[in-house]
């Protein structure tokens, strides 16, 4: 990948002859942006462009450059593919749009492309990209004139639209490296990400993803990764995730941008949910070290936007640090009235010193040098007037931070005069630990994340996230497509050791009988045929059977039903299970066309669909894990045993758990799969139904 | 309250000889805001100030001013109000800190001011306020130099803060007028909401509320002048509110912010949960008339930009608008692979058609005139270069608003050079019906808010938010203070008509034996004793006794435990209850110091915690408010009956619902009561237990 970001030489192939407005020249763009190295153009017909000789064909190229960008129309760009490959260039940027972003037509040129450039050894960027910026060494693909940053930040930008480098200032704060890798034909995130990882000039990591192949090896490269370069994400595309169809509960209830959080969550990659988020985490990420812990001391000058801090940390899990004693038995004396707590409400202090700067200074000092103190913010107002001219934050901050050695975040935020709220913040744009915020949401958000990061980076690393082989499957082949009910689906079950519900399989109306009081009262009564698939719809279930009378009246009601309905349909016997009470929870399966199988566990029978109440997790998983989902769901206390009333026995239901896993990746065509209800009871849990949907 | 805005002539009080930085003068910020009136200026023993000639005592002064601006120490300013009030000044801002904000001598200091001005027929702003501004004619009470806006906004804003004055650019966007209403000691913010309601120069109103008085008189002062002016609130405290202490599920449900939430929501006041928020939504609101549906068109140079406002919307409750087939005909055959949706994806037709900024003209146009079609959202980047000085989104603008009579909104997001952003952005700022956001969250927050305004105004007008009279009660009165259980409680509740599990008091075995008979087994048995209100936690309760014999066991063990236990005790007899079987529910009440009797149902029995699926309204309700409650909750498709379960009986929990409101309103004592469980069956409801507590 570092050839791609720093090219020894470039051709360009489908550069206009025009230049200036309504061109868009990437030859002007890269001569604009400084580029070292050497440009190469070919033209069939034009022999120079902005002074640039050019060749007709890439075959008359006096070298190999290291770099090829392709911007011609969709059609010709196979055969300008080839004649790169062919030339033996390694490195190809597909410019051009109207691929797999357009029709069938698309996908299959941009397929022809792919093709064609690894029967060579050859790679390609996009196509439909803007391509790679690289301030650092002075190379653009782009055919926007994008200003190059003197001064480069040390954030890589890897996204699927190029707005993230015209935009960098408006969306990640600072601009860094940038790809943009379009419809990610061949070059992928992953493979991005295997070069940043080492790349000295890297030390922020943010992603725009609207999708992703190699799921899991993605998971497995950032979770490396991160331990040593925040990755911070923003996955777009939830809505239309939501609306897809599903088969099941579990599909239903378990949308793909859950399992995409769910993912990321896994890998350690700091998701931001929005434009506004994002900026204001990258801006965290560029100006702090990590919070170590969630506590913050807060100073404002009115005790109103106290209240409005805590309120944010609250939304986004920080907390107000205790309020430093030594600071209160400095600055307490000096009024008598005014009791100090965290958030610090400066204003008293400030009329009663006749020095507001002087108190803001002091009770900062005083916050951060505190233990118990992992970072602070401060809400200051900026004045144009004259009158305010002893009000300089700026000096005032840059004291502060000499009593701040460990570099503990300082988050400020201006309100006032706009203009001069622009200049003082960018007075301190330079000083290391501080960074100026647009509102105290933001701060709190950035510096929020810089916590997650923290806590991602203390908890033990994750396992490997590759998907286990498929073991020999227990139960043979499934039907390549379908849907999998009753005896055909509970066999599965059994061959994974799934508690199925005990159930006898009676020939007639004695043997029922038999196995009823064997297992003892009440039962449920099932008919069994390949022709009644549906049988809760047409009654072939009867619930709390209470006693053998019941049974036998019962036994011949469905025998009737069965012949009037189906007279010539074949009944495999009458199944009589035990009835079991307990809490009914709903297990199940999902696969992710990114991620692969997920485990899903939660509130199930009629409360399903109205608690939504689900806990997710890549399968396969430990025992550990198993337990960990439970532990996550809303109706855990009801599960441990909630008001006096009995819990249910959890190993049994992590047992379950962990089986189901090892079913779904032994059974790769499984698509969906649920286990609603699972009973669960002091002593056991019980699988009495399920529902395989298998195929694509 | 006018002549708090425009007084025409102002005494300062406690004005310091001292100016410039650091002195906070208010007589030079007054002076240097243009007052147009006459001031005066009370001194003990400084001659002048300023020039200004000052008066030793306000006994002195030759005229009885309009309004008086005290800001001295906390200790003098009640000998400052009388010498004013005395003196027949009806109007004071005491700007000075220490009051009810600080301590209990300053809640004593606070309460003499108020009673001395009210017993002399003057109004107090504050204390502990900034006072009021007012840019329209030129009236500042502030020690802070605002500046003074030329063309001030219609746009008002209420404030418990100065906050908002000082930083209007940041907080709202514009500065219009401001009140600070600080402690609110006196002037709340009911009384401004009734000055302003008529006020010319405000179209828009703007609260910040760290908390209220006169909560019912506020909704219906709201509900008023929403009909023709919006209000937007920003309620801060959420956190403090959580972790109030509360004696029943009820309390702990619901805690006073979500009820500020309900209240403000039934009085159709937009509440804005954060600072970010507010700004987006004042930005809206001063840009644009409120949407009339809730469909977007969005264009935008990058496809990725569209997903993401895509997401936002749904965040939002916004939708995309169908696209435009006009828009289609003319511009898909413009390029042989683009198909067009909404969003808009323009660079591919900009690209074909060499001007992206015709494109963009005529994709907005095609959607602004589409009747489907009710706002629009632009995503366009800036540029610096002169290679793109094709690109002229301002020239664009005012073309197509020139094809939206209607003024359907038009927000616009700029990206790119930051300092050209804000050129175009200025640029903008004039044309009605277009604004320019920071980012397509806040864009979207705003419109959505103008949105949610809009179904504010169509829908009915709520009824009158006052709290009826205590009637008679018709349980007689209860204990000042307490908790009631068992009997007590339940005797309440028959007195409303609350359906009370069918029981009989019986005092011997055979009457528990014949009642039993009567209502049919199985049955509850309760022991009935003042010395047993723990009964459950006793043993006191058996569930579920199924006949006659184990009638008969139970009675006797009952017998046995309560002699056991309390052999002095008093036993009333065992009560022998109807053992219904229905889904749990939570009916309660729980009084707010704010807004009074909140009426709440939710999931109940061992869900009631772990759900916390709760509906909630002001007391009383009405059988429609009451049924809307019950549409509100989580649970309510298990109610209505779902997935082949029978659904409960709806007409007898709307009618436990109303009943419960009217006790709570003929009951102003009653802090919480809570009905867990109430059952419902599919043919009635059913209290069965009941807690109230009562008093402070």
Redesign the interface.
Known sequence: MQRFFEPRSVVLIGTSRQ???????NL??LL?YGYPGHIYLVHPKVPDIMGYKTSPRVADLPEVPDLAVISLG?DRVPAAVRDCVHHGIKRLVVIS??FA???E??KELQEDVVRLAREHGARVVGPNTMGIINPFYGFTTAF??V?RDPNPAPLTVV?????FQ??A???TGRMGKAIDIGNAGDVDVVEVLEYLEHDPQTRIIVL?M?GITRGRLFLNTAARIIRTKPIIA?K?????A?AQAAMSHTGSLVGEDAIFDLALAEAGVIRVK???EM?AVCRAFLHFEPLKGPRLGVVT?????G??T??????YGLELAPFPEALREMEEPRID???LHNPVDL??LG?VT??FTGVFKRSLIGLLEDGRVDGAVALA?V?????????DIPAAVRKIQKHNPEHKPLAIL?????AA?VAQARELAGDPGVACF?????AIMGLAATWRYRQFLERPAPGDFTLPEPAVSRRGRLPSEGVLVGEEALNVLKAYDLPLVPGVLAADEAGAVAAAAQMGYPVVLKIISAAWLHK?DWGGVLLNVANEAKLRQGFRDLLARFRQRTPDGVLDGILVQKQVKGIELLCGLKRDPQFGPVLVAGAGG??T???K?VARALAPVTPDQAAQMLRAL??Y??LKG????KGVHLPSLVETLVNLSRLATDYPTIRELDLNPVLATPEACWCVDCRIVVGE
């Open positions: 230049t200036g407005p309504g061109a868009y020249n002007e763009m604009n969709r749009q109207g972003d357009a029709d037509k698309g926007i004139d200003p996204a699927q639209s190029g707005a015209v935009g200032v408006s969306f725009h609207e923003i777009t595309g939830r809505s239309a939501g929005n434009l506004v900026l000058a009115t005790g109103a936007f209240i409005i805590a309120d944010c940390c609250e939304d009235w005014h009791k204003w008293p009329m006749g020095s107002p004045f144009v007037s004259p009158c305010h001219a002893d009000l201006f309100y006032g005069d706009e709220m647009d509102s105290v949401d933001e809760s009629i409360y669909e109205v608690l109440d809303k109706i206390p009801i909630a008001r006096g009333q």
